[in-house]
Structure formats: C-alpha cells, structure tokens
C-alpha cells in the first residue's frame, strides 16, 4: 500500500512539476519576478544559435558558465521545442519570442506590413502566436511570453500604431485566458511603446524595453514620469548602438572601444539595472557568432572567436573575471587624407595581449552605404608586414568612406578589434547605380534551406492555392532538403518568386551583385509527366525605384526524375538581381509538385 500511495504521489509530483510557475509581485515597493514562488532575477542573454540544433548542450554549458540563467528568443521555429528542452537540462529559462510584422522598413529589416488593412496578415500572426502558446505554455523551460519585437519604432503612423496596439491586446487578452502560468512582455525600442502599451495594451505584464548604453539608468524614471505601476525587463542591452552614436570621421560613425563595450555591460548592469526597483533584470545582445557589422559591436563572438562582451557577461553575472584576457589595441590609425583605391598605405597600430600570447593581425572593410545586406558586409582586405615592421592595406575598389577594422587573435582565441575610417576615391565604383552586395561564385540561391539570400515570397496567380516547403527532405537531388512546391488546384495560373528583401516588389534597395556569373543552374522535376514551367531570375521591371537590371527565362518540360537546367546569363546585367529565381506554371486539370534543387549562379 505504501509502495503504491509513493507511486502515485511521484506521478503527481511529476505532472505538476512540469509546469513551472512564473508570478511577478510588488513586494517592499519593489518589483519581483517569481518562478514557483521563488525569486527570480533575469540575468539574460540573447540567443543567436537556435538554428544550430547540434551544439545546444555545447552552448547551454557555456551559458551556466557565463552565469546567464534565462535566454531571449524573437521567435518560434522548427527547433523550439529542441532548444526548450536543452534549456530545462541546464536549468535555463527562456523568454519565448513571438513575432509581430513591421509595418515599414527600418532599424529591425526590411519588411512592410499594414496593420490597417491587411486581415489577412493578421489572422496569419494571431494564428501563429495562440499555436505557438498553446504549444509551449506547459514546458518547464518557459518564463515569459515575448511578444513582438520593435513594431512602432518601425511603424510609420499613429493611425497604423493604434491598429498594431489593438491588435497586440487582443492576442494578449486570449493568451491570458489559455496560460494564466507566464506572464506577456511585449518589446519595444526604448520608450517608443510605452504610451501605446498603457492607453491601449492593458493585457502586457512586462514591459519589454530594448535599450542600449547609459539610457538604462533612465528607463525607470521614464515609466515613473508616466505613472506607470508595472515592472519592466531590459529584452536588450550593450555599449551605445551605432544609432545612437553622434560622432562621425569620414562619414562613419566612431564605434566604441572594446573596453567601452567590456565596461558598458559590466557597470551597466552593477549601476543601471541591478539597483532599480521596477527592473526585473536584463538580456545582454547577443550570444552569438557572426561576420556581419554587427558582430564585432555587440556579439559576444565574431566568426567564432570570443569577444570582451563574453567575458565581461560572466563578470556581471558571476563578478568573476576573464580566464584569458582579450588582446587590446592601443592605436590604430590610417592617412587622413583621400586616397585612390588599390594602393596600399602604411598602418599605425600598437596592439598587446595581457598573457604575452603571440598575435595574429589582419585586416577588413565595411562600407556604410547601399543596401542593408551591403551594409552588413565585412570583407577581407589585402595586407603585408608584420607586428615589429608595421603593417600596409591595400585599399579596395570602393568610392567613398570605408570602415576599416583590425583584428588581434590570440592562442586563447580571443580576438580584440578595434576600427577607424578613410576616404576611398575609384571612378568605376562612384558611378555604381544600385551599391548591394557583390557575391562570390558559385553563389547558391538554395541549397539544403541553409543561409538564403533570396526568399520565396513573391507570391502570383492563383498564389492561395500554393504551398512552399523549403524542408522537402523525400526525395531530393543532393544534399539533405530540396524545395516542393504543391499547386492545389485544377485551373488556372501561378508563380513564386525568391526575391530580396522579402515581400518587396521593387520599393526597397536590395539584392546582389552577381556580375561575374556566367550561367544560372538548377535541377528540377514534377511528380507527374510534362509539367511545363518559365523559369528565370529577374522579376521586378524597371517602372520600380529599385528593379532587377537583367532578367532572363526559359520554358521547360519536366518529368519525373531529377533533370539540370542551364540558362546562360553572360550577356545579361547582372549588378543588382533582385530576384534571384521566378518560376511559373499552371494546371491542366490536375493538382501538381514541382521540386527544385541546388539552384546557383556560376
């Protein structure tokens, strides 16, 4: 009898414990965030690794190292419920991200959405996110509901921000009578959401305020200004952003030092965050690894080398100093004045590393101007010498001012960068129409669903009846997925795009500069006989500000096993191809599958 009550009371406690609890309180006139009735101060990370499935126990690990108890995420994926669970293993929580569309371009991306008028977005983002909450909202793993990130920083008018605010409160209010055990954040830059959120949003419990450098100390004195009773997470922080940055030399902005940025997060947190009464706690941006302009500013890693900013997280978390210090560069200057492109110019740099490691320098570029995806670009520059003989670049063929970094590796791979700025001059460059990325080939537009630099949203015809699946993984040509497209009905017309930005026609600067390719190739097939399609790239005309300059297409048969196709682009202008890859088609009286893979210019 005994044995059995011991059972049933462990299947009791197993069932509840599933579930954890996160309440929020005012005690002593101070805000608190409870898990299972227990206080819980948000020592967070933002995570950038969600995709990378295999190495979560490899980042958990690291996180309890750095002292990080909670992550952030923007949104929900194939993977949520993979990363929910390695978090529960290390006793992480997560802030689970839901997205909400921009309703114009900006800081955040380049999409456009109308809050106004299109019902049918909206019924799509409030499926989403009650599918999503519905979902996770038993995980032991989750903390907070995050709900969109941003919306009226990059929301043009007020008239828009009020449809956005009524539509947040009505997601909100139906989370609320689905999951009364987490409480919603919703995030927003700044203050921008905070009169929005009181007059129209009762239903957030958090507010989640994306703030960088020393506005942190003020956020709390902004919600008191308003008379706001609620507490507030900081969903980002790190040094000052290049936003805010008023200093410019060459028409760039200074980035900080990585001291600046080692002590931004440190004494930030201790000084601005920790001691506030209504601030439940921060999430440092970002724990993460890139090559973009990004990275070396706020990452606490670039291309997988370690950062001040991962070092100086475990110091605010734990006050535990770095195991290996980063190297730091001292000086780094360039000439001053104009210089023509692919001449080399000397370097003035100091550079030292507290553990007497030997360094590895090199050199790259970034440049401030065009297209966002242009602007995220840090290339390698062509370098000579060495730390005791000084060091020369040659410049690239760019017109205008450059951004140019330094690196410090050490044996520890720790990297210290630091970056100042030049005048280029190059005539064939100051006369580039459209300044986007230029690729190296062969430059894939698919291949196993991994890094897309076009993507399928433009959708045409009969667009209701089709169906996209970027993970077709039954049968493919190469590789692990290939790309199904399912046309649903019997009659009439459609087509799809993989275009750049996403859901743009034309309105919005992006794309690539393709101009070496000589041949766009890809293999295709159908799920029945002579299923004809168009298939190109080029899509958006010239009656656009920002078209493709070439386009070019093909009229195919396709058959039932897995066939290349080839269309020579040599002659075409390929500097800015906004739409990588267009195909058509339509039905004879039949449903149909068309699958595609490995398609690259080359």
């Known amino acids: 009898m005994n044995k059995i009550l011991a059972f049933c009371s462990l299947i009791l406690f197993s069932c509840f414990s599933l579930n954890a609890q996160t309440t929020i309180k005012k005690i002593d006139n101070r805000w608190s965030l409870l898990v299972d009735g227990k206080p819980f101060a948000v020592k967070g990370a933002t995570f950038g690794y969600d995709k990378d499935l295999d190495n979560y126990d490899q980042y958990f690990e690291e996180l309890n190292f750095l002292g990080v108890n909670t992550i952030r995420t923007w949104a929900t994926a194939e993977n949520t419920e993979s990363l929910l669970d390695a978090a529960e293993k290390y006793h992480i929580k997560v802030m689970v991200g839901i997205w909400m569309r ?336 230029k690729v190296q080939l062969p430059f894939y537009i698919y291949q196993d669903n991994e890094d897309l630099p076009y993507f399928p949203s433009a959708y045409m015809g009969n667009y209701k009846a089709i169906e996209v699946d970027l993970n077709h993984t039954a049968d493919v040509h190469t590789g692990k997925t290939a790309v199904k497209i399912r046309y649903n009905a019997r009659d009439n017309w459609y087509g799809l795009g993989f275009v750049d930005p996403a859901n743009d026609w034309g309105d919005i600067l992006g794309g690539y500069d393709i101009s070496q390719a000589k041949k766009l190739s890809f293999w295709a097939k159908a799920d029945q006989k002579n299923i004809k399609a168009t298939v190109g790239f080029g899509l958006i005309n010239k009656d656009k500000p920002f078209p493709d300059t070439g386009k070019k297409s093909i009229e195919i048969v396709l058959t039932e096993k897995w066939k290349k196709y080839t269309i020579k682009a040599k002659k075409e202008d390929l500097s800015c191809i906004r739409s990588g890859f267009v195909i058509f088609s339509s039905s004879d009286g039949f449903p149909h599958e068309i699958y595609i893979d490995d398609i690259l210019f080359e």
């Open 102 to 437: 921009h309703g114009r371009p900006g800081m955040e991306d380049d999409d456009s959405f109308d809050y106004l008028k299109d019902e049918e977005g909206k019924k799509a983002m409030y499926k989403n996110a009650i599918e999503a909450v519905q979902k996770y909202k038993n995980h032991p793993a989750v903390l907070t509901w995050g709900i969109g990130n941003e919306v009226y920083l990059n929301t043009a008018t007020d008239e828009e921000k009020e449809a956005y605010s009524n539509f947040l409160e009505r997601i909100c209010k139906e989370i609320k009578t689905i999951d009364q055990n987490h409480p919603i954040t919703s995030v927003e830059a700044w203050t921008f959401g905070l009169d929005w959120w009181q007059k129209y949003v009762p239903s957030i419990d958090i507010y989640g305020l994306n703030c960088y450098g020393a506005g942190a100390h003020f956020l709390s004195a902004e919600l008191e200004k308003r008379r706001i009773d609620k507490p507030y997470i900081i969903t980002e922080f790190g040094v000052t952003g290049e936003w805010d940055i008023q200093q410019e030399k060459n028409g760039v902005k200074v980035e900080p030092t990585d001291q600046e940025k080692y002590k931004a997060i440190v004494e930030g947190y201790n000084e601005w965050i920790k001691p506030k009464s209504d601030c439940l706690g921060v999430y440092v941006f970002h724990y993460a690894s890139g090559n973009s302009f990004a990275a070396p500013w706020l990452f606490t890693h670039y291309n997988g080398m370690t950062r001040p900013q991962y070092w100086a997280i475990r110091e605010a978390y734990t006050k535990e100093k770095p195991l290996n210090n980063v190297p730091i560069i001292n000086f780094f200057q360039l000439p001053e004045t104009k210089v023509q492109s692919e001449v080399w110019i000397p370097v003035q740099l100091e550079a030292n590393d507290q553990e007497k490691e030997n360094l590895d320098i090199r050199f790259y570029y970034n440049q401030r101007t065009g297209s966002r995806k242009r602007r995220d670009q840090i290339l390698p520059l062509a370098y000579r010498g060495n730390i005791m003989d000084g060091f020369e670049i040659q410049l690239p063929k760019e017109d205008g001012g450059i951004k140019v970094y330094v690196h410090a590796k050490d044996s520890y791979n720790n990297v210290g960068i630091a970056s100042t700025s030049i005048l280029v001059s190059d005539k064939e460059a100051s006369q580039k129409k459209y300044l986007v990325p």
